[in-house]
Each structure stands twice: as structure tokens, then as C-alpha cells.
């Protein structure tokens, strides 16, 4: 039996369900059999699992492979070293993650989608999640389609379905037809009503199906691109440094076995390895502190474009607002006090389904009408492209029609106004009259819709937006919607952020000028819808770019622009909670929505306010800039170290007849400057770096690791020098001398790179950063004399030789300083 051939009451009976929806027991009992509702099952993997499946991880399995050669050839203390350093490295990295994730899926708890359910025969909010098979649902225009649904009941339900279909445009759906007659889970409302029968959830919806494919076509965000963009920068400097490295040893040395494993100790001492675990700390605690402040983040990678952002768009209503709408006036078409114009919006408000709007229920909430006299026949729900709703109602025997929207909607299909109890036609000159109203309520701050009706025929019982013409003017509903307190403050704090704020709003030209003087937003200039129509994407461009207020737009108008934006490299946010949001939401470098906002506002937003204040958004970009920052820290230090290491070694191989390091002492120094960059996560940000944005630039970083690197070569060159010419040097005292300043100048010389300003006497790192830093370096010089420091082939180095270390070390830091001051004049330190 086909789900859209059948019958309702073959549905009906398959799913053991009636239009009175499932009682709460039965409803209980199918939760637990099918499972919460959700499109991909997520899979619990027990602690065991987690940890063997990072023995997978290629640092781990070169260290497995270099055991496994070590043990083969006999050096047993050796293997038996590095596979403790495997096993200690998978330990950490779980360790670390594992606390990371069970935070985020704490934040992640804190938001959910609802949907309104029949149950017992009464409407009950549920989390999607509990939805079960042979629920009855009902739809409205901002919902999520929450499963797969056969419709019971439709009026003028159009559904966006591009996530599964690829369709831009809204597609109507009809109970009655069993071509549209079902809709899907992944799916939205965009307008209209309907009532629907659930018979699949979770994972055997379509959109469960289909969630693999769809998550693996998901586009990687610009944090996903600059970690990409770092990784191969990293990988294609190491397959040369390293091919070249084994080709000197074999061809210099002869020792192909002894050449193989040095080439694959330096193929890990150069790879960061450590960034993955790292990067998700340093996101997690990011989420973690904005949560703090009330900032919920749904996808870690969008902290980032958070910080990044430089221009953000916002709708006017509740976001700039305070979204507590008052009915301030209600007036005939010459703006005199009406009673009757508030009769005839109430009974529209009233008995209209569709999308209950603030100003709906400012009307409903303004005086209490009774309705028992009229009793309702159709309705034309609202949508985004008319901006304009109906309701026909029957009262005292006769039919009537009652449109209210947008006064330029409305003004468009009327050709006659009332005024004293007298219809009168509409001429030119009365139109421009009638205009001058609405504009004079609208210059004041009030937002203003336009009531007309008309009386329609008792034969006719089924209404649609051909229907709304050659209606009469009745009046205007005056609302008054006032800046938020923080508006201001946020505009300015903002402004000083290097944050451009634009407004892309559905409202008018009047209202929008007047919000935006009152919160004292700089405004370079105002384009209207019809504007945006007439650009080619080059004049959009220009608008786009020179404009700040953006009035009328309708949902696909508000993505065009942002696409815009981004199309000039901008990172750019969007701020909104309503229905016509989600598209806008979506495609932005960062989607930012409340937690009561729509769901497709909800489920589109990448950060969601748990508190509608800018004040929220401030506190939300500054700690995304520091996030990024204290990553971008580890990987300045990974770059310039590893590249410095590179050329190190490149050099020794070609003049040293011996290795110039243990393959098991790279591993043993890569390893505990790793330990060291730990806690980088709990260091501090200067102040300066996050006053404005700062995005990916990989450009940057090849520059300040080309740098940087080599001053770390010079000095570790120094220090052969210092070996081989002073000391008259052996291998083992080579290879202890240079492992002993190779981890004291990389590890120490975060405190330098740390901070664009004079480390300690401007700029103080984190307790825990100087802790282990300085742990580290004293757990590197213990094992020289440790029972282990035979084993690993160190010998203990004379005495004049910690004091020439020290001195090496000190003129390092301050060469890095000077360099490092040199680099953020020329080149800036974003």
C-alpha cells in the first residue's frame, strides 16, 4: 500500500492511530520501540572502543611502526620507550577530547526544537525527538517538518523542501491530492496550515536515508578551510624536507635501515599532530566560556567566523527592537480614532492560522472582542511574497472578506476607501492622500499595517490570494515596537570591534530610519526591495557595499545581499528569529538566532542568544577572538619550529658523519614540547588582538614560519658549532647537547609568540602555560641524568656547557622578540 495512494483510514488503521492523535501510554510505548526521532543515529562507541580506535591515528602508528623496527633490531629499551609514548600520547588526546565532548553535548542539550502534537485529543508541546509514528502534528508557517507525514488537513501550505529535493521555490502541498499530499522530514513551512499523520521518524524517514550523503556534501566552513589549508602547507614542506633528509643519509652515510628510521622520527617530529586535539580544547572552551555569557554554540568550527566577522546584517524586529509589540492606534483613512477598524483587525487576528505574529497578538492582547456573531468560512494565510493575510467570515447573513498587511499590498488591490461610513473610489489624488497617512504614522516610529475588506458571495467557500482585489480601504493599525536599552550601547561597542552593522528588514523606509537615528546607527544610505530586483550581481555589489539600511526584502532578497558580501570577502553574520530567516541563516559565514525564535530560524543558526540582547553578541565575538587566538598561537609555534627543524636537520645531514639526533630522541623532544603546548587553551589574549577581526590568512603564517624558522635554525647551528668546536663533541654528547636546546629554546620561546607585545613586562602568560613550560624543560634535562638517560643514548655535558646553553637561549628569545617586532610592522600580526 502506497503511503500517498492510501487511504486516511487504511493510515489510519495501518498506524493503529485516529485524527485524536495517540494517547500518552501508547505514545510512550512507540517511543521505545522505534526510538527517538532523529534523522542520524548517533552512535554511542563504549571508552574502550574510543581508545583503540586513536591507535589509528597516523602519529601513533609511525610510533607503532619505529617500535616494532627498534624491537627488530634488537634495541628493546628503545621500543619499549616509544610504545609508552604512543600509549601515553592516546591516552591524553582521549582524555582531553572526551571532556571537550561531553561539554559541548551539554551546550548542545540546552537548545532544542518543539513541535505541537495531538495527544489525549488536546494539542501538546513536545520535543521533536519524542515524536513517534502515529502521532497527529500540527503545521504552521515557521515550523519544521519534524517526520514523515501524510497530510490529514491543508489550507495553502506551501513547503520549502531544497534539502531534499534542490528545489529554491516552495512547493504546495494538498491533503486531497495524492501527488503532494505528504511531506518530509527536512522539509519547512513556509505559509499556510495543515494537520499531519506521522507514519516514519528517525532514521527511516527519507531524510534519514539521505543523511550520510548530505552531511558529506555539507560545504566546510572557512575555520575547516584555514586548518586544510595549514595541514597541506605542513605536509608538502615535509614530504621534500624529509625525502631529502633520507637521500643525504643513505647516499652519505650508507645506512639504509639506520636512514629509513631517522626519516620516519623526523616525519613526526615535524607534523603538528598535537593541532586536532588542541583545536577542539581550545573550541570547546571557547563554547564552554560563552555559554557562560549565555552564547550557545550548535557547531564548534563557527566560534571562528564568529571572531572573523566584519560585517553583521540584522533584522530590525527583535533584534534591534525590543520585540514587545503595543497596539498604539487605530484609525480610519483620515487618521481619526476608529473603533470599528480594530473590530474587523481583531476578527481577522483571531481566526487566521497561519503565522501568529507579534502584531497579531498585540491586537489580540489590546481588547478583548467577542467573536461568538461571526463565524469564519475560509482564510488565505499569510506569506512572505504577498505580505498580506484573509480571513472570510459570515455575520447577520452575508459574507466578508478581511485583508490586513503591508499598506503597499494592501493599497495595490484596493480601488475604493471608506471614510465616515461613506465607500468612495480611489483616484490619484486621493491615493497620494491615503499614502501621506500611513507615511505620517510611520515617520513617527510606528509600525503600520493597512486593513481593507470586501463583501463576497455566500456561493463561494473556497478563498485564495486571487481573491484579494478591488477590496476597500477600511484604516490603519499603528504598533509601536521601541529600540532595545542596549541597542545603542551594542551599535557603538560594535563599531569599535571593526564590525559594520546593516539592517535587512521587511519594513519600511520611514520606520527603518527612525530606529536607526534612535540607536544612533551610522547610515550610509537606504535601498528598497525593488532596488535589489533591478541589480545584476555587479550593481548589487555597489549597493550592497555603499548602503546600510535595506527595507522591504523579502527572504530570498536577504540571502542575495549577504551572498553579496561575502562575494566582496567579507565574513559575515546574520542575526534573526523569524520565518523569512532561515535561508539568510543559512547561507551566512555565521547564523545567529535566539532560543524562542522560529524553528527554521533555530535549526538554520550556527550560535544561538539564550537572552535577545546585543550586548550577548559583543561578549560572543570577543571570545571567539581569543579562541582563534590561542589556536593560531600553536600554530604559529608548530610552523616556525617545525620548519626551523627542518632546515636543522637538512644542514646536519649534509656535513655530520653520524645522525644528528637519535630517531628516539625526535620522538622523545617532539613529545614533550607537545605536552607543553597543552595549555595553551587557558592562556590569555591580549586585549589588542581582539579589537578587530581576524580571519584565516595562511599567507601570514608561511611568512612568520619563514621567518621565524630560520632564527631557530641559526642558533641551533650555533650550537653544533659549539659541540663539534669547543667540546670536540662524540655522538652522544652531539645528540644530548643539541636535544637539550632544541626543547628549551622551542618551548620556551612561546612566551614570545604568545604575544604581539614585550612577553612578561607587557604581556603575561597563563599560570598553567609557565607551569608546564618550565616542567617540561626540567623533565627534559632529569632524564639526561635519569636511569633512563643511557638508554636513550644521552651522556651528562660539562659544566661550561649549561652556561653557554643559557646564553644561547637568552639571545634566541630576544632575537625572536626583535624579529617578531620587525614582522608586525611589515607584515601585521592577524
Same mark, same amino acid.
Given at each position: +500500500?502506497?503511503?500517498? !495512494?492510501?487511504?486516511?483510514?487504511?493510515?489510519?488503521?495501518?498506524?493503529?492511530?485516529?485524527?485524536?492523535?495517540?494517547?500518552?501510554?501508547?505514545?510512550?510505548?512507540?517511543?521505545?520501540?522505534?526510538?527517538?526521532?532523529?534523522?542520524?543515529?548517533?552512535?554511542?562507541?563504549?571508552?574502550?572502543?574510543?581508545? #583503540?580506535?586513536?591507535?589509528?591515528?597516523?602519529?601513533?602508528?609511525?610510533?607503532? #611502526? *619505529?617500535?616494532?623496527?627498534?624491537?627488530?633490531?634488537?634495541?628493546?629499551?628503545?621500543?619499549?620507550?616509544?610504545?609508552?609514548?604512543?600509549?601515553?600520547?592516546?591516552?591524553?588526546?582521549?582524555?582531553?577530547?572526551?571532556?571537550? !565532548?561531553?561539554?559541548?553535548?551539554?551546550?548542545?542539550?540546552?537548545?532544542?526544537?518543539?513541535?505541537?502534537?495531538?495527544?489525549?485529543?488536546?494539542?501538546?508541546?513536545?520535543?521533536?525527538?519524542? *515524536?513517534?509514528?502515529?502521532?497527529?502534528?500540527?503545521?504552521?508557517?515557521?515550523?519544521?517538518?519534524?517526520?514523515?507525514?501524510?497530510?490529514?488537513?491543508?489550507?495553502?501550505?506551501?513547503?520549502?523542501?531544497?534539502?531534499?529535493?534542490?528545489?529554491?521555490?516552495?512547493?504546495?502541498?494538498?491533503?486531497?491530492?495524492?501527488?503532494?499530499?505528504?511531506?518530509?522530514?527536512?522539509?519547512?513551512?513556509?505559509?499556510?496550515?495543515?494537520?499531519?499523520?506521522?507514519?516514519?521518524?528517525?532514521?527511516?524517514?527519507?531524510?534519514?536515508?539521505?543523511?550520510?550523503?548530505?552531511?558529506?556534501?555539507?560545504?566546510?566552513?572557512?575555520? %575547516?578551510?584555514?586548518?586544510?589549508?595549514?595541514?597541506?602547507?605542513?605536509?608538502?614542506?615535509? #614530504?621534500?624536507?624529509?625525502?631529502?633528509?633520507?637521500?643525504?643519509?643513505?647516499?652519505?652515510?650508507?645506512?639504509?635501515?639506520?636512514?629509513?628510521?631517522?626519516?620516519?622520527?623526523?616525519?613526526?617530529?615535524?607534523?603538528?599532530? +598535537?593541532?586536532?586535539?588542541?583545536?577542539?580544547?581550545?573550541?570547546?572552551?571557547?563554547? *564552554?566560556?560563552?555559554?557562560?555569557?549565555?552564547?550557545?554554540?550548535?557547531?564548534?568550527?563557527?566560534?571562528?567566523?564568529?571572531?572573523? +566577522?566584519?560585517?553583521?546584517?540584522?533584522?530590525?524586529?527583535?533584534?534591534?527592537?525590543?520585540?514587545?509589540?503595543?497596539?498604539?492606534?487605530?484609525?480610519?483613512?483620515?487618521?481619526?480614532?476608529?473603533?470599528?477598524?480594530?473590530?474587523?483587525?481583531?476578527?481577522?487576528?483571531?481566526?487566521?492560522?497561519?503565522?501568529?505574529?507579534?502584531?497579531?497578538?498585540?491586537?489580540?492582547?489590546?481588547?478583548?472582542?467577542?467573536?461568538?456573531?461571526?463565524?469564519?468560512?475560509?482564510?488565505?494565510?499569510?506569506?512572505?511574497?504577498?505580505?498580506? +493575510?484573509?480571513?472570510?467570515?459570515?455575520?447577520?447573513?452575508?459574507?466578508?472578506?478581511?485583508?490586513?498587511?503591508?499598506?503597499?499590498?494592501?493599497?495595490?488591490?484596493?480601488?475604493?476607501?471608506?471614510?465616515?461610513?461613506?465607500?468612495?473610489?480611489?483616484?490619484?489624488?486621493?491615493?497620494?492622500?491615503?499614502?501621506?497617512?500611513? %507615511?505620517?504614522?510611520?515617520?513617527?516610529?510606528?509600525?503600520?499595517?493597512?486593513?481593507?475588506?470586501?463583501?463576497?458571495?455566500?456561493?463561494? !467557500?473556497?478563498?485564495?490570494?486571487?481573491?484579494?482585489?478591488?477590496?476597500?480601504?477600511?484604516?490603519?493599525?499603528?504598533?509601536? %515596537?521601541?529600540?532595545?536599552?542596549?541597542?545603542?550601547?551594542?551599535?557603538?561597542?560594535?563599531?569599535?570591534?571593526?564590525?559594520?552593522?546593516?539592517?535587512?528588514?521587511?519594513?519600511?523606509?520611514?520606520?527603518?530610519?527612525?530606529?536607526?537615528?534612535?540607536?544612533?546607527?551610522?547610515?550610509?544610505?537606504?535601498?528598497?526591495?525593488?532596488?535589489?530586483?533591478?541589480?545584476?550581481?555587479?550593481?548589487?555589489?555597489?549597493?550592497?557595499?555603499?548602503?546600510?539600511?535595506?527595507?522591504?526584502?523579502?527572504?530570498?532578497?536577504?540571502?542575495?545581499?549577504?551572498?553579496?558580501?561575502?562575494?566582496?570577502?567579507? !565574513?559575515?553574520?546574520?542575526?534573526?528569529?523569524?520565518?523569512? %530567516?532561515?535561508?539568510?541563516?543559512?547561507?551566512?559565514?555565521?547564523?545567529?538566532?535566539?532560543?524562542?525564535?522560529?524553528?527554521?530560524?533555530?535549526?538554520?543558526?550556527?550560535?544561538?542568544?539564550?537572552?535577545?540582547?546585543?550586548?550577548?553578541?559583543?561578549?560572543?565575538?570577543?571570545?571567539?577572538?581569543?579562541?582563534?587566538?590561542?589556536?593560531?598561537?600553536?600554530?604559529?609555534?608548530?610552523?616556525?619550529?617545525?620548519?626551523?627543524?627542518?632546515?636543522?636537520?637538512?644542514?646536519?645531514?649534509?656535513?655530520?658523519?653520524?645522525?644528528?639526533?637519535?630517531?628516539?630522541?625526535?620522538?622523545?623532544?617532539?613529545?614533550?614540547?607537545?605536552?607543553?603546548?597543552?595549555?595553551?587553551?587557558?592562556?590569555?589574549?591580549?586585549?589588542?588582538?581582539?579589537?578587530?577581526?581576524?580571519?584565516?590568512?595562511?599567507?601570514?603564517?608561511?611568512?612568520?614560519?619563514? #621567518?621565524?624558522?630560520?632564527?631557530?635554525?641559526?642558533?641551533?647551528?650555533?650550537?653544533?658549532?659549539?659541540?663539534?668546536?669547543?667540546?670536540?663533541?662524540?655522538?652522544?654528547?652531539?645528540?644530548?647537547?643539541?636535544?637539550?636546546?632544541?626543547?628549551?629554546?622551542?618551548?620556551?620561546?612561546?612566551?614570545?609568540?604568545?604575544?604581539?607585545?614585550?612577553?612578561?613586562?607587557?604581556?603575561?602568560?597563563?599560570?598553567?602555560?609557565?607551569?608546564?613550560?618550565?616542567?617540561?624543560?626540567?623533565?627534559?634535562?632529569?632524564?639526561?641524568?635519569?636511569?633512563?638517560?643511557?638508554?636513550?643514548?644521552?651522556?651528562?655535558?660539562?659544566?661550561?656547557?649549561?652556561?653557554?646553553?643559557?646564553?644561547?637561549?637568552?639571545?634566541?628569545?630576544?632575537?625572536?622578540?626583535?624579529?617578531?617586532?620587525?614582522?608586525?610592522?611589515?607584515?601585521?600580526?592577524?
Amino acid at each position: +500500500m502506497g503511503l500517498e !495512494t492510501a487511504t486516511l483510514e487504511q493510515v489510519y488503521a495501518e498506524l493503529q492511530s485516529s485524527v485524536k492523535g495517540l494517547k500518552e501510554d501508547e505514545a510512550g510505548r512507540r517511543l521505545a520501540q522505534y526510538g527517538l526521532n532523529r534523522p542520524v543515529a548517533k552512535k554511542e562507541r563504549s571508552i574502550p572502543v574510543q581508545i #583503540i580506535s586513536r591507535f589509528a591515528n597516523p602519529l601513533v602508528v609511525v610510533l607503532l #611502526i *619505529i617500535a616494532g623496527f627498534s624491537l627488530f633490531f634488537g634495541e628493546r629499551v628503545n621500543a619499549i620507550f616509544v610504545l609508552a609514548m604512543a600509549v601515553l600520547s592516546v591516552f591524553l588526546s582521549f582524555i582531553q577530547e572526551f571532556r571537550a !565532548t561531553r561539554e559541548a553535548e551539554k551546550l548542545s542539550a540546552l537548545v532544542h526544537t518543539t513541535a505541537t502534537v495531538v495527544r489525549n485529543g488536546k494539542p501538546k508541546e513536545i520535543k521533536v525527538t519524542e *515524536i513517534v509514528p502515529g502521532d497527529v502534528v500540527e503545521l504552521y508557517a515557521g515550523d519544521s517538518i519534524p517526520a514523515d507525514l501524510r497530510l490529514i488537513t491543508s489550507k495553502d501550505l506551501f513547503v520549502n523542501q531544497s534539502s531534499l529535493t534542490g528545489e529554491s521555490l516552495p512547493v504546495e502541498k494538498a491533503a486531497a491530492d495524492p501527488q503532494t499530499n505528504t511531506a518530509y522530514l527536512g522539509s519547512a513551512v513556509v505559509s499556510g496550515t495543515g494537520l499531519g499523520l506521522v507514519v516514519k521518524t528517525g532514521i527511516n524517514t527519507k531524510f534519514g536515508e539521505l543523511a550520510s550523503a548530505i552531511t558529506n556534501a555539507s560545504p566546510p566552513t572557512s575555520f %575547516d578551510r584555514g586548518i586544510r589549508d595549514f595541514t597541506w602547507l605542513m605536509i608538502r614542506f615535509m #614530504i621534500v624536507f624529509v625525502i631529502f633528509i633520507f637521500a643525504v643519509n643513505v647516499l652519505l652515510k650508507g645506512n639504509i635501515v639506520e636512514a629509513f628510521l631517522f626519516s620516519l622520527a623526523v616525519a613526526v617530529g615535524l607534523t603538528p599532530e +598535537m593541532m586536532p586535539m588542541l583545536v577542539t580544547v581550545n573550541l570547546s572552551n571557547g563554547a *564552554i566560556a560563552m555559554a557562560k555569557k549565555e552564547v550557545i554554540v550548535k557547531r564548534l568550527s563557527s566560534i571562528q567566523n564568529f571572531g572573523a +566577522m566584519d560585517i553583521l546584517c540584522t533584522d530590525k524586529t527583535g533584534t534591534l527592537t525590543l520585540d514587545k509589540v503595543v497596539l498604539e492606534k487605530y484609525c480610519d483613512t483620515g487618521g481619526r480614532d476608529d473603533h470599528s477598524v480594530l473590530v474587523m483587525a481583531y476578527i481577522n487576528s483571531h481566526y487566521q492560522t497561519g503565522l501568529k505574529n507579534l502584531l497579531d497578538k498585540a491586537i489580540l492582547k489590546h481588547e478583548k472582542i467577542l467573536t461568538k456573531e461571526y463565524q469564519k468560512i475560509d482564510e488565505v494565510p499569510f506569506d512572505y511574497e504577498r505580505k498580506l +493575510m484573509s480571513v472570510v467570515i459570515e455575520h447577520d447573513g452575508s459574507h466578508r472578506l478581511i485583508a490586513k498587511g503591508a499598506p503597499e499590498e494592501i493599497f495595490a488591490r484596493c480601488d475604493r476607501y471608506e471614510l465616515d461610513g461613506r465607500v468612495q473610489p480611489i483616484h490619484p489624488d486621493i491615493l497620494v492622500k491615503l499614502k501621506n497617512e500611513y %507615511d505620517a504614522l510611520s515617520a513617527d516610529g510606528f509600525r503600520v499595517l493597512a486593513l481593507a475588506y470586501k463583501d463576497v458571495a455566500k456561493s463561494q !467557500t473556497v478563498f485564495a490570494g486571487t481573491d484579494e482585489r478591488e477590496l476597500v480601504l477600511k484604516g490603519y493599525l499603528a504598533f509601536l %515596537d521601541p529600540p532595545k536599552p542596549s541597542a545603542k550601547e551594542a551599535v557603538v561597542a560594535l563599531k569599535k570591534l571593526g564590525i559594520e552593522l546593516k539592517v535587512l528588514t521587511g519594513d519600511n523606509e520611514l520606520v527603518t530610519r527612525k530606529i536607526a537615528a534612535e540607536i544612533e546607527l551610522e547610515c550610509k544610505g537606504l535601498v528598497s526591495a525593488i532596488n535589489i530586483d533591478r541589480a545584476d550581481d555587479r550593481a548589487l555589489a555597489e549597493l550592497v557595499k555603499n548602503n546600510t539600511l535595506f527595507v522591504r526584502l523579502t527572504p530570498l532578497q536577504k540571502e542575495r545581499i549577504i551572498r553579496a558580501l561575502q562575494a566582496d570577502r567579507h !565574513t559575515v553574520g546574520f542575526l534573526g528569529d523569524g520565518v523569512n %530567516d532561515g535561508a539568510a541563516l543559512k547561507v551566512a559565514d555565521v547564523g545567529i538566532s535566539v532560543n524562542n525564535a522560529a524553528d527554521i530560524a533555530k535549526e538554520s543558526a550556527d550560535i544561538i542568544l539564550l537572552r535577545k540582547s546585543l550586548r550577548a553578541l559583543k561578549d560572543g565575538v570577543l571570545e571567539g577572538r581569543r579562541t582563534f587566538g590561542n589556536i593560531i598561537k600553536y600554530i604559529k609555534m608548530g610552523a616556525s619550529s617545525n620548519f626551523g627543524n627542518m632546515l636543522s636537520m637538512t644542514g646536519a645531514s649534509l656535513f655530520l658523519p653520524f645522525l644528528p639526533m637519535l630517531p628516539v630522541q625526535i620522538l622523545l623532544n617532539n613529545f614533550l614540547y607537545d605536552l607543553s603546548q597543552i595549555a595553551i587553551p587557558t592562556d590569555a589574549v591580549d586585549r589588542e588582538y581582539t579589537v578587530k577581526p581576524r580571519p584565516w590568512n595562511i599567507g601570514l603564517i608561511r611568512n612568520f614560519m619563514v #621567518i621565524i624558522g630560520p632564527v631557530s635554525s641559526l642558533f641551533d647551528f650555533l650550537t653544533f658549532g659549539v659541540m663539534l668546536f669547543i667540546f670536540r663533541a662524540a655522538p652522544p654528547l652531539f645528540h644530548t647537547g643539541w636535544f637539550l636546546e632544541s626543547l628549551t629554546t622551542q618551548t620556551l620561546v612561546i612566551y614570545v609568540i604568545r604575544t604581539g607585545k614585550v612577553p612578561f613586562l607587557e604581556s603575561w602568560p597563563s599560570r598553567f602555560l609557565m607551569l608546564t613550560s618550565v616542567l617540561i624543560v626540567a623533565l627534559g634535562f632529569g632524564l639526561v641524568w635519569s636511569p633512563l638517560g643511557g638508554p636513550l643514548g644521552f651522556v651528562a655535558p660539562p659544566g661550561l656547557y649549561f652556561s653557554l646553553l643559557a646564553l644561547m637561549v637568552v639571545a634566541y628569545l630576544c632575537l625572536v622578540q626583535l624579529v617578531k617586532v620587525w614582522f608586525i610592522r611589515k607584515f601585521g600580526y592577524d
